[in-house]
């Protein structure tokens, strides 16, 4: 069993920054891809960015130039460092790591972006 723990969410100003975290535990074998996913009230669940073990980078077209994902393979973690923070990047933030075709997700961590 996998368990991920996201960290670093809160409420931010217009033109912030964030640093999200995600820490997986358990038995880890082979994680893949590490990523995080957002979800509006409202809204389904969408893609920000994934990271595969090799260091290859995706990003969805709107948080590109902005948010930038990172990940340290011993440690099995991976961090979103999220700047000029926008109110539509409001949002609950889910970690997701994939290992042998599984995914395992984080509980989510809010992340408000408002004056």
């Known amino acids: 069993q996998v368990q991920l723990v996201e960290s670093g969410g809160g409420l931010v100003q217009p033109g912030g920054s964030l640093r999200l975290s995600c820490a997986a535990s358990?038995?880890?074998?082979?994680?893949?891809?590490m990523g995080w996913y957002r979800q509006a009230p409202g809204n389904q669940r969408e893609l920000v960015a994934i990271i595969t073990s090799a260091g290859t980078t995706y990003y969805a077209d709107s948080v590109k130039g902005r948010f930038t994902i990172s990940r340290d393979n011993a440690a099995n973690s991976n961090y979103l460092q999220m700047n000029s923070l926008k109110p539509e990047d409001t949002a609950v933030y889910y970690c997701?790591?994939?290992?042998?075709?599984?995914?395992?997700w984080g509980q989510g961590t809010q992340v408000t972006v408002s004056s």
């Open positions: 358990g038995i880890i074998l082979s994680i893949s891809h």
């Open positions: 997701k790591a994939t290992m042998y075709n599984t995914d395992y």
